[in-house]
């Protein structure tokens, strides 16, 4: 038994349990496959798949067979991908969603490299959905995200606290500190971060558990194009705390409260609970986890 027999095997779950198109994608002949799942199924004394007519259909110790196989399969590949991008002390693949990526993964990145110098980072800043999505494809070591993580393959670890602020144009009709009602809340024109963003999630729960929901007039995966758009009086906006200082201090936005509301959440780790994580990873994970007791971070004065 070999990860070529697992990988020919799972080449045949994937193209339907057809191995003429298993074939095809792992160019080889199609009696090759053929006979690569009889060496298996030999090899084991049991029948992976059963044979009816010239059709193939997974057996109950196929499927088990697949989950054992999915799983070997994915920590080979990491550590083919691990060692041979191994460098200097190795690589780490990080991502990052928005937020976090634009405020935080600069600072992290900066300081850990400075307790590691040989270690090389590479980051993707992305929407939570779409790391989520590299993570299950091994693409990415972990993230640092916004959103909640709904593949139940993916761990989810809280590490920091985040809250959100209802921002409105400066010359409307409320003012900086105010707190208006629900029903005032709901009256505004919206500009939104995307669907799939970790911000866009939590203004869509807590909306939810208040009994009602809204349709943005604008929707945006920048957090400046946000902000600059609040400050022409075209609506509203709900954005992280953190990147929307400058702007009212500056009184270019106020920022106000909503009766019944709450738009904290958690910034959170997510990997997958196969994931093999080196002690390196796991030391930017503690670092990223203490980063604000041990490097307090200077007021940020950009709107993104």
Known sequence: MTIRHINIFLAVCEAGENTTKAAELLHMSQPAVSLAIREMEDYYGVALFDRIGRRLSITEAGKRFREYASHISTMFDDMEKTLRDWGHLGVLRVGASITVGSRFLPSYVKTFLSLYPGLEIRAQVAPTEALSEKIMENELDFALVEGVPRDPSLVSENYMEDHLAVICPAGGPFRQGETITVEQFRAQRFLLREKGSGTREEFDRAIEQAGFSVTPAWEAMSTTALVNAVIEGLGI???????????????????????????????????????????????????????????????????Y
Do not use: M, T, W
């Not at 200082?245 to 990997?271: H, M, N, P, T, W």
């Not at 609970?273 to 041990?294: G, M, T």
């Open 237 to 303: 906006s709900v954005l992280p705390q953190r990147l929307i200082v400058s702007a009212v201090e500056r009184g270019l936005v106020v920022s106000v409260k909503v009766e019944g509301l709450d738009f904290c959440r958690q910034f959170r780790i997510i990997y997958h609970k196969d994931k093999y994580l080196p002690a390196v990873a796991k030391a930017f994970l503690e670092h990223c986890r203490d980063f604000e007791q041990n490097y307090p971070l200077p007021r940020f004065n950009g709107l």
